[in-house]
């Protein structure tokens, strides 16, 4: 499966603090892309870009590795935006959501 982590709103810009537990993932066969983002009030706003970055880098990962289930997985404020995602989005559509509190 593939994995799209979102971090916590503070640590958004430095994912690098999650580099241990996203590696274990990785270690397990998962693949992992983690996006960033810029935080701002506007949710809507954000999950749009959100949307467009991953998709961005998903389709590189469609083309080697062929079509894959998607779990949403979000820290924090992460964890509200994949919510946000599954929920208000119906063209990203998810696997199931892992929520870190």
Same mark, same amino acid.
């Given at each position: 499966? @593939?994995?799209?982590? =979102? +971090?916590?709103? $503070? =640590?958004?810009?430095?994912? #690098? =603090?999650?580099?241990?537990? @996203?590696?274990?993932?990785?270690? &397990?066969?998962? @693949?992992?892309? %983690?996006? +960033?983002?810029?935080?701002?009030? *506007?949710?809507?706003? #954000?999950?749009? *870009?959100? @949307?467009?970055? $991953? &998709?961005? #880098? /998903?389709?590189?990962?469609?083309?080697?590795?062929?079509? =894959?289930?998607?779990?949403?997985?979000?820290? %924090?404020?992460? /964890?509200?935006?994949?919510?946000?995602?599954? %929920?208000?989005?119906?063209? /990203? +559509?998810? /696997?199931?959501?892992?929520? #870190?509190?």
């Amino acid at each position: 499966a @593939l994995i799209h982590f =979102l +971090p916590g709103q $503070f =640590l958004s810009p430095t994912p #690098i =603090l999650y580099t241990r537990f @996203l590696e274990s993932l990785s270690e &397990k066969g998962y @693949l992992i892309i %983690s996006t +960033p983002y810029n935080p701002s009030l *506007d949710r809507l706003e #954000i999950c749009d *870009d959100i @949307l467009q970055s $991953f &998709k961005l #880098i /998903a389709n590189e990962v469609i083309e080697e590795f062929g079509v =894959l289930p998607v779990i949403g997985m979000g820290h %924090s404020n992460g /964890a509200v935006l994949s919510l946000l995602i599954s %929920s208000l989005f119906p063209d /990203a +559509p998810r /696997a199931g959501n892992v929520l #870190i509190r």
